[in-house]
T-cell receptor
Framework: GAVVSQHPSWVICKSGTSVKIECRSL??????MFWYRQFPKQSLMLMAT?????????EQGVEKDKFLINHASLTLSTLTVTSAHPEDSSFYIC????????????FGDGTRLSIL | RKEVEQDPGPFNVPEGATVAFNCTYS??????FFWYRQDCRKEPKLLMS???SGNEDGRFTAQLNRASQYISLLIRDSKLSDSATYLC??????????????FGTGTKLQVIP
């Protein structure tokens, strides 16, 4: 089946650091990738939709200057949490959609971000 | 009203029981539907797509009712390993636009020995 690789799995860093998370589709091309955030005991919340070769579409309430998304190729999207603070600590998950209509999402393993 | 609604549960059922979850969606332009399973502190995993004609995969049966705008997931002969949160996902793909994916909040299932 389709495989999506997300890296790193865990990040612990100091407040003020910028953190970059990579999401790669390993065996298929993904025109669209999605970035989610999940706080403990809560559902996934879509942060932004990343479209290859164009600007990301951010959900209401998500700061685009805080969460920088780059989708430079059909197999790679990156999320950079700039100047991270403790309230940014969360589980970040990416997903990639296969080409074609009505395709399901394939999720990466997620990144646990802890800001001290 | 939320775009996709699910009963959060928890549903506590004994092993071997049959359990059903429903998920309602508000946008009639919704085009594709999926059930995902999420274990605690893990990423969601695709369980099955939901087709208009209904579909079955082993102990799992998914159905779509477009008229009433809901999808369902039936689990027969529940196993302890079925304990997880089940997420309903609805996709809308407007002509010429990008797909919009909406998750339900999930229904927690706990299968008891």
């Amino acid at each position: 089946g389709a495989v999506v690789s997300q890296h790193p799995s865990w990040v612990i860093c100091k407040s003020g650091t910028s953190v970059k998370i990579e999401c790669r589709s390993l065996d298929f091309q993904a025109t669209t990738m999605f970035w989610y955030r999940q706080f403990p005991k809560q559902s996934l919340m879509l942060m932004a939709t990343s479209n290859e070769g164009s600007k990301a579409t951010y959900e209401q309430g998500v700061e685009k200057d805080k969460f920088l998304i780059n989708h430079a190729s059909l197999t790679l999207s990156t999320l950079t949490v700039t100047s991270a603070h403790p309230e940014d600590s969360s589980f970040y998950i990416c997903s990639a959609e296969g080409q074609g209509t009505n395709q399901p999402q394939h999720f990466g393993d997620g990144t646990r971000l802890s800001i001290l | 009203r939320k775009e996709v609604e699910q009963d959060p549960g928890p549903f506590n059922v004994p092993e071997g029981a049959t359990v059903a979850f429903n998920c309602t969606y508000s946008n009639s332009a919704s085009q594709s539907f999926f059930w995902y399973r999420q274990d605690c502190r893990k990423e969601p995993k695709l369980l099955m797509s939901v087709y208009s004609s209904g579909n079955e995969d082993g102990r799992f049966t998914a159905q779509l009712n477009r008229a009433s705008q809901y999808i369902s997931l039936l689990i027969r002969d529940s196993k302890l390993s079925d304990s997880a949160t089940y997420l309903c996902v609805v996709n809308i793909a407007p002509p010429g636009g990008y797909q919009k994916v909406t998750f339900g909040t999930g229904t927690k299932l706990q299968v008891i020995p």
